[in-house]
Every structure is written in structure tokens, then in C-alpha cells.
């Protein structure tokens, strides 16, 4: 028995700037995969188009919605209305999540005060026996 692939989901957040709000989830990309993406295969297509259908391809499902609060398809149509930026976005959370870089981590505890100093006792010691 062996090791069964199963593709990986990630869910990237915008939480700033002109996409705050937006949820997309991603399916996992094999090296293939980003290697023709990137110009590395025989597909005739520019590194824009190439990164283009990646996305699209991979894209499981998002939040967006057009202009009267409908919700869009995660489709490659839907993504042709959106700006190259969107997609540079995207590709650049995504690549970060499948890389295993996490999110910032919480603010640190601040621990609680810090403990006071146990007071040793100093009673003088007994005279030496010695002298």
C-alpha cells in the first residue's frame, strides 16, 4: 500500500487594500504545472497567460461579487473582468502558502508581571569553629 496523493486546499485572506475581504481557496500546483506556467513548457503562451491559467485552473472558489452584490463564479471568465493586480495577488499569497510561510503569528503574551524577588534571608553566619 502506498502513499495516496490528494490535493492540498488553501485558503488565502486579504485583509487590506483594494481587496479587503476577499477569501479565495486555491488547489494545490504540481512542479509541472508551475514550470509550464512559467514559460517552461512547449504551450506557445506568455508568462502572463501561462500564470493566467493557472489560476483559473486552480481556483476552487471565492467571495467575489460584481457590482450589484452578485456573487461571481470562480471562473476564468470571471477573471478575465479583473485587473492583472488581482492575479499577481493571488499568485504571490498563494505561492507564499504552498512555500509553507505562515501568517503572522498572534502578538505575544506579555506574560503577566513579573515575579517578585524572594528576599534570602542574610543572618550573619556563626563564628568558625576554626578560629
Not at 487590506?16 to 514559460?39: H, K, N, P
Not at 513548457?41 to 489560476?55: A, C, N, P, Q, R
Request: with cysteine.
Amino acid at each position: 500500500m502506498g502513499c495516496k496523493r490528494v490535493p492540498k486546499h488553501y485558503r488565502l485572506k486579504f485583509v487590506d487594500g483594494d481587496y479587503e475581504g476577499l477569501e479565495v481557496t486555491m488547489r494545490s500546483v504540481s512542479i509541472g504545472e508551475m514550470r509550464i506556467a512559467q514559460g517552461g513548457g512547449e504551450t506557445g503562451k506568455d508568462d502572463f497567460d501561462g500564470i493566467f491559467d493557472l489560476v483559473a485552473t486552480h481556483m476552487v472558489s471565492w467571495n467575489r461579487e460584481d457590482e450589484n452584490g452578485q456573487a461571481l463564479p470562480p471562473t476564468a471568465e470571471s477573471l478575465e473582468d479583473e485587473s492583472p493586480a488581482l492575479i499577481h495577488l493571488i499568485i504571490d499569497q498563494w505561492t507564499s502558502a504552498v512555500a509553507g510561510v505562515s501568517a503572522p503569528l498572534e502578538q505575544p503574551s506579555n506574560s503577566g508581571a513579573s515575579a517578585p524577588e524572594e528576599s534570602i534571608p542574610m543572618a550573619p553566619l556563626s563564628p568558625s569553629l576554626a578560629s
